[in-house]
């Protein structure tokens, strides 16, 4: 069975563009949520969404946003970027977000912004 | 504030001996609790988790997590380490009634050596 599956795997953008990734669960996960991970750290909660609905937000500003699909699969797009926006982005699945449930997680998509 | 403490940066065990990963918590309410691991370039795999009952936990790769209420700890364990259990890893808190968020902490790269 396919894991959590992102795209692209790399991608170098310059300050002020605007990116969008995409995350594709695991067959049957309904809950899909996004983390970014700065070198060197562990990785921030950005958003939680469930049945195309968000369920959670973290403390990332407005020029980040997310929607989920009706195939569950889900976008994350950041505009404006600036170069503190170069991270290894996370999405992680679960098969409805419940607090007891495990995130599984895609091998991430690399950004640079230059 | 919510928070995970990984107390040391980098772990250095010789292959055979047992291994110990240290993670603190401070979370209101009855946590839940993860470890992951993260090989390079990858994303993160999840290890094990405390829900609740018997404060032993037993994983994935023959790892076990200890549950210490008391000392509000949650460390990781395997009796026997591998040179292939050499990768970061990551212990996560999710806060009771927050949804799907995790909480990490900052990782702890274990090395182990032949």
């Known amino acids: 069975d396919a894991g959590v599956t992102q795209s692209p795997t790399h991608l170098i953008k310059t300050r002020g563009q605007h990116v969008t990734l995409r995350c594709s669960p695991i067959?049957?996960?309904?809950?899909v949520s996004w983390y970014q991970q700065v070198l060197g750290q562990g990785p921030q909660f950005i958003f939680q969404?469930?049945?195309?609905?968000?369920?959670g937000r973290g403390n990332f500003p407005d020029r980040f946003s997310a929607r989920q699909f009706p195939n569950y699969s889900s976008e994350l797009n950041v505009n404006a970027l600036l170069l503190g926006d170069s991270a290894l982005y996370l999405c992680?699945?679960?098969?409805?977000?419940?607090?007891?449930?495990?995130?599984?997680f895609g091998d991430g998509t690399r950004l640079s912004i230059l | 504030a919510q928070s995970v403490a990984q107390p040391e940066d980098q772990v250095n065990v010789a292959e055979g001996n047992p291994l110990t990963v240290k993670c603190t918590y401070s979370?209101?309410?009855?946590?839940?609790l993860f470890w992951y691991v993260q090989y390079p370039n990858r994303g993160l795999q999840f290890l094990l988790k405390?829900?609740?009952?018997?404060?032993l936990v037993k994983g994935s790769y023959g790892f076990e997590a200890e549950f210490n209420k008391s000392q509000t700890s949650f460390h990781l364990k395997k009796p026997s380490a591998l040179v292939s259990d050499s990768a970061l890893y990551f212990c996560?808190?999710?806060?009771?009634?927050?949804?799907?968020?995790?909480?990490f902490g900052q990782g702890t790269e274990l090395s182990v050596k032949p």
């Open positions: 992680a699945s679960s098969l409805t977000g419940g607090e007891r449930q495990p995130q599984h």
């Open positions: 067959s049957g996960h309904k809950s």
């Open positions: 969404y469930y049945e195309k609905e968000e369920r």
């Open positions: 979370v209101s309410g009855n946590p839940y």
């Open positions: 405390y829900i609740t009952g018997d404060n």
């Open positions: 996560a808190v999710r806060p009771y009634n927050q949804g799907g968020k995790l909480i």
